[in-house]
């Protein structure tokens, strides 16, 4: 029998077992290249037929798989940071700590996407710095999760939310910006993780970091996106930092080459925009003590 690749290659096989342990061995290769068979066809149909169908048939089942796999990564992100073992928004194991917490709630931005080290080089990890240099007390959460969008964050925080939060920085809809996502329904979304952090814990503080989408969406998309913002801030009563990406936002040397995601320098900055605003709820308890 010889199996014919379309490489020009061939295998001799002299025997049905020989041609089973092949195939076994070689399925993703035969399924995509021509199969020529001179053995007696009749003499292998009761050793094969069977155990070659099965074969194919979970080859294809887990290639099916591996593609809804694929199909499920946001398509602007190639998101390797995250480990199959990451539970959603992945952060880190709950501390037990009574001190107050701060959660950073965002999409790749917060989550330090494209850094060495984005526990601490993200804006998020430089902000749990300036906090321990000024001897604060309070546990900081990297809740971003690269590709996040308004919709996956509302379908999402009730998870983040088993956790206490005290101040709460909520820093989602640069996707759905990229993306083009009607600016209503972003807005939709936005005010439910609003309401649902209040319902829980009405005591916390909500921070908004406002974000913009990219000129190339055109004038009336980028004024209605860029208002989703302070119209929220307003409507709820909640800080707003204007725009996170202020100064950083499409400065090349600030940014990596895909122009969308801050280098190191860029989130030192980032931080220092979130960080304005964020002192204010956090530097006057440090005064008390």
């Not at 020009?8 to 068979?37: A, E, G």
């Not at 690269?146 to 925080?157: D, H, L, M, W």
Request: glycine share 8%.
């Amino acid at each position: 029998m010889n199996i014919r690749f379309s490489d020009k290659r061939f295998m001799f096989i002299d025997s049905p077992k020989q041609l089973l342990f092949t195939l076994i061995k070689t399925t993703s290769k035969v399924s995509n290249h021509l199969l020529i068979s001179i053995y007696p066809t009749k003499k292998l149909n009761k050793l094969l037929t069977l155990q070659f169908l099965s074969i194919v048939i979970i080859a294809t089942f887990m290639g099916a798989c591996g593609n809804e796999q694929n199909k499920s990564i946001p398509e602007n992100t190639n998101d390797t940071q995250k480990k199959s073992s990451e539970m959603p928004g992945n952060p880190k194991p709950i501390d037990d700590s009574d001190a107050p917490r701060i959660i950073f709630f965002g999409n790749s931005l917060s989550a330090g996407y494209g850094l060495d080290d984005p526990e601490n080089q993200s804006f998020p990890g430089i902000i749990r710095k300036k906090i321990e240099e000024n001897k604060l007390e309070y546990t900081v959460v990297n809740a971003g999760l690269s590709g996040e969008t308004t919709a996956g964050g509302k379908n999402r925080i009730d998870w983040i939310l088993k956790q206490p939060v005290n101040i709460f920085i909520l820093e989602l809809g640069g996707n759905d910006g990229l993306r083009g996502i009607d600016t209503e329904e972003s807005k939709r979304n936005l005010q439910a993780i609003i309401d649902i952090v209040n319902t829980k814990y009405p005591e916390a503080k909500i921070i908004l970091a406002g974000m913009e989408a990219p000129p190339n969406m055109g004038d009336d998309y980028t004024a209605d996106f860029r208002s989703i913002y302070p119209e929220l801030a307003e409507k709820n009563n909640i800080a707003l930092i204007p725009f996170l990406l202020q100064d950083v936002g499409g400065e090349a040397h600030l940014n990596q080459s895909d122009g969308i995601h801050p280098n190191i320098k860029g989130h030192k900055i980032v931080a220092e925009n979130v960080w304005v605003v964020l002192k204010d709820f956090i530097l006057p308890e440090k005064e008390e003590i």
